[in-house]
C-alpha cells in the first residue's frame, strides 16, 4: 500500500505539468481569419514526377517550410509516422520566429498527432499556433474541442464545442451545417466531431429541460 502511495505521489507532478501545458478555458467568441491554418499541397506518391520535383525543391532549399511539410505529409501517407513527425519537427526549427510559416507547421503537426492517436501532443501544437496567432483565430474553438474529445477531456471538449458554435453558428450549430461543414474530412474526424456534435446537442437538451 506504501508503495502505491509513493509511485501516486510521484505521478502528481508530472500529471500537474501534463495538464499546465494544455490549453486554458477558452475565450467568449473567435472571429478572426487564420492563413496558417491551411494543410499544404498534399503530393502524390504514387505520382514519379510530382515526387521527384518535389525533391529537387527540397535539395536546393532545404529548409523550405513548404516543401517540408509536404515532405512530413508524404511520408503519413506511406505510413511513415515516426519519420513524418520529426519531418514536421524540422519543419518548426527551420520556420523564422514568429513567421506565418512557423504557425502552419504547428498546426499541421497538430492534426498530424491527432490521426497518429496523440490527441495531447496535438492540443499542445495549437495550443502554440495560437499563441503565435495572437489574437481570435477562428479555427481554434472547434479544433481544440475535437482534440479534448478525442483526449477523452469531455467535458473540455463541450466548453469549446460551445464557443465554436458561438463563434460560427452557421458551421456548427445544427446538425445538417455540421454536415456541411466537415464532409471533407477524414472519417476518423468526421466521426469523432459527430459524437461531439451529439453529446453537446443532448446538454443542451437536458439542460432547457
Known amino acids: 500500500m506504501r508503495g502505491t502511495c509513493l509511485i501516486l505521489l510521484a505521478w502528481l507532478p508530472f500529471a500537474a505539468a501534463l495538464a499546465q501545458n494544455l490549453p486554458g478555458p477558452p475565450q467568449e467568441t473567435y472571429y478572426q481569419d487564420d492563413p496558417a491554418a491551411v494543410m499544404p499541397r498534399e503530393i502524390d506518391p504514387a505520382n514519379r514526377m510530382a515526387v521527384a520535383a518535389h525533391e529537387q ?13 509536404q515532405n512530413a505529409r508524404l511520408m503519413l501517407a506511406r505510413g511513415q509516422n515516426a519519420r513524418a513527425f520529426q519531418e514536421f519537427e524540422y519543419a518548426i526549427r527551420s520556420a523564422p520566429a ?10 499541421a503537426y497538430g ?40 483526449a477523452g477531456e469531455k467535458d473540455r471538449a463541450v466548453e469549446y464545442f460551445v464557443v465554436a458554435v458561438r463563434s460560427e453558428p452557421n458551421r456548427w450549430g445544427t446538425t445538417l451545417s455540421l454536415g456541411q461543414t466537415i464532409r471533407d474530412w477524414h ?23
Not at 98 to 107: D, K, P, Y
Not at 187 to 209: C, F, Q, T, V, Y
Open 111 to 150: 492534426w498530424a498527432l491527432l490521426r497518429g492517436g496523440e490527441a495531447r501532443r496535438a492540443l499542445q501544437e495549437w495550443q502554440l499556433a495560437a499563441e503565435l496567432h495572437g489574437g481570435s483565430p477562428r479555427w481554434v474553438p472547434s479544433t481544440l474541442a475535437l482534440g479534448f474529445w478525442l
Open 187 to 209: 472519417p476518423d474526424d468526421r466521426a469523432a466531431m459527430e459524437a461531439l456534435h451529439a453529446e453537446w446537442k443532448s446538454r443542451i437538451g437536458n439542460r432547457g429541460g
Open 57 to 69: 525543391v527540397l535539395q536546393y532549399d532545404p529548409t523550405n517550410v513548404t516543401a517540408l511539410l
Open 98 to 107: 514568429g513567421s506565418v510559416a512557423l504557425r502552419q507547421a504547428h498546426w
